[in-house]
């Protein structure tokens, strides 16, 4: 079965700072790659999406991930955060045929 | 805004009480989602529909029943429902398929169980 692991539960970084979350998944073949946001009392967003090709994608609001293969990661980056991108994100798998597996999220606190 | 709309947006419920949530969408998506979100847990799959008909339960309690009656509506009815359900209750609809799929979520229903 497909898995999906953010490491890191909290992230504060300053405003201005640059901003990386981890994301690893388990699975066999290279599935459909996600990162969804999610700000205070909304649903998620996406943000991007990894299917095939290039492994550096790039998404909405200034984040870009790359898909790493051989590390069976797909990270999330940002070079310079504002204040407006606290939240929490979410990476998640679709290896199943539109079912998306979550992991369990990372909650990024920006510092002014 | 999504264009899915979720209410109510907050609820809370005696263990004896029968509620249900509402999803509602006119994107003219035919696959909708029921997710419950948990603190400290991932988001957790529960029903996928598909043209009306479920085509995913996700193993979920009984006492969480989905409905369809059409593609723009889905609705979770609860009873007796236990304190460790409450939990963000997450719909979604899905446009495309494979490369071309895109999930649009609600705002959520935050759900308390007393």
């Known amino acids: 079965a497909q898995s999906v692991t953010q490491p890191d539960i909290h992230i504060t970084v300053s405003e201005g700072a640059s901003l990386e979350l981890r994301c690893n998944y388990s699975?066999?073949?290279?599935?459909?790659l996600f990162w969804y946001v999610q700000s205070p009392g909304q649903g998620l967003q996406l943000l991007l999406k990894?299917?095939?090709?290039?492994?550096l994608v790039q998404g909405i609001k200034g984040f870009e991930a790359e898909f790493k293969r051989s590390q069976s990661s797909f990270n999330l980056r940002k070079p310079s955060v504002h204040w407006s991108d606290a939240a929490e994100y979410f990476c998640?798998?679709?290896?199943?045929?539109?079912?998306?597996?979550f992991g369990g999220g990372t909650r990024v606190l920006v510092k002014p | 805004e999504t264009g899915v709309t979720q209410t109510p947006r907050h609820l809370v419920m005696g263990m004896t009480n029968k509620k249900s949530l509402k999803c509602e969408q006119h994107?003219?998506?035919?696959?909708m989602y029921w997710y419950k979100q948990s603190a400290k847990k991932p988001l957790e799959l529960m029903f996928v529909?598909?043209?009306?008909?479920?085509?995913e339960n996700n193993s979920v309690p009984s006492r969480f029943s989905p409905e369809c009656p059409n593609s723009s509506h889905l609705f979770l009815h609860l009873h007796t429902l236990q304190p460790e359900d409450s939990a963000l209750y997450l719909c979604?609809?899905?446009?495309?398929?494979?490369?071309?799929?895109?999930?649009?979520f609600g705002s959520g229903t935050q759900l308390s169980v007393l």
């Open positions: 979604a609809s899905r446009t495309g398929f494979g490369t071309n799929e895109k999930l649009f």
């Open positions: 529909y598909n043209f009306k008909e479920q085509t």
């Open positions: 994107l003219g998506h035919n696959a």
């Open positions: 699975y066999g073949a290279t599935p459909y």
């Open positions: 998640a798998v679709d290896a199943a045929g539109n079912k998306l597996t």
């Open positions: 990894y299917f095939s090709g290039d492994t």
